[in-house]
């Protein structure tokens, strides 16, 4: 089945624990993104990448880390994490980063930093 | 700068009542329009989309027409029902040289009575 994957799906931390939220995708899709939701604010891109090693800022990029070692797995790392980082997150992915593009989406995770 | 406006939520609707969610957006360019839906405890998935103005996406019963004189892209359905009950997000994405671009509305939740 083709699907974004994404662990953890709840996470309960601590501010300044380091953690590390995985994506996964089985489409072999080029382009991978993060998201963050927040009440009224919609999503709001935190990094993308264009391709294996290449990835660049999205909107909301203060806090985070990406890699994009290989094709399928785009992991967000929260260095140290802090209490307005508490957020719904998501994963993406599309076969190009052209305008025409679907999006498919991961499940979510949530994170709640204390 | 770009951005999308779309109409606030909540929306409650009773069973077979028709339905109009509102979104406009601006943009330079054309870009490919989008309405992602998100059903409780799940990711956004794609609804439907229009690559060029005066385009109808359609799926679900579910329509909406791309306007560029207006810079709209209206979500209609004529009768919805209980299972429609979640969260639809209007998504311009442009292209740009290096990557598209997606700008994701704030979201209207919708809940429709049996």
């Known amino acids: 089945e083709a699907q974004v994957t994404q662990n953890p799906r709840y996470l309960i931390t601590v501010t300044g624990k380091k953690l590390t939220v995985t994506c996964s995708q089985n489409m072999n899709h080029e382009y991978m993104s993060w998201y963050r939701q927040d009440p009224g604010l919609g999503l709001r891109q935190i990094y993308y990448?264009?391709?294996?090693?290449?990835?660049d800022k999205g909107d909301v990029p203060e806090g985070y880390k990406v890699s994009r070692k290989e094709k399928r797995n785009f992991p967000l790392i929260l260095e140290s994490p802090s209490p307005n980082q508490t957020s719904l997150y998501f994963c993406?992915?599309?076969?190009?980063?052209?305008?025409?593009?679907?999006?498919?989406f991961g499940p979510g995770t949530r994170l709640l930093v204390l | 700068g770009n951005s999308v406006t779309q109409m606030e939520g909540p929306v409650t609707l009773s069973e077979e009542a028709f339905l109009t969610i509102n979104c406009t957006y601006t943009a330079t360019g054309y870009p490919s329009l989008f309405w992602y839906v998100q059903y409780p405890g799940e990711g956004l998935q794609l609804l439907l989309k229009a690559t060029k103005a005066d385009d109808k996406g359609s799926n679900k019963g579910f329509e909406a027409t791309y306007r560029k004189e207006t810079t709209s892209f209206h979500l209609e359905k004529g009768s919805v029902q209980v299972s429609d009950s979640a969260v639809y997000f209007c998504a311009p994405h442009r292209s740009y040289s290096s990557a598209s671009k997606i700008i994701f509305g704030s979201g209207t939740r919708l809940s429709i009575r049996p």
């Open positions: 990448s264009m391709n294996v090693e290449v990835t």
């Open positions: 993406a992915s599309s076969f190009l980063a052209t305008a025409v593009e679907t999006q498919y």
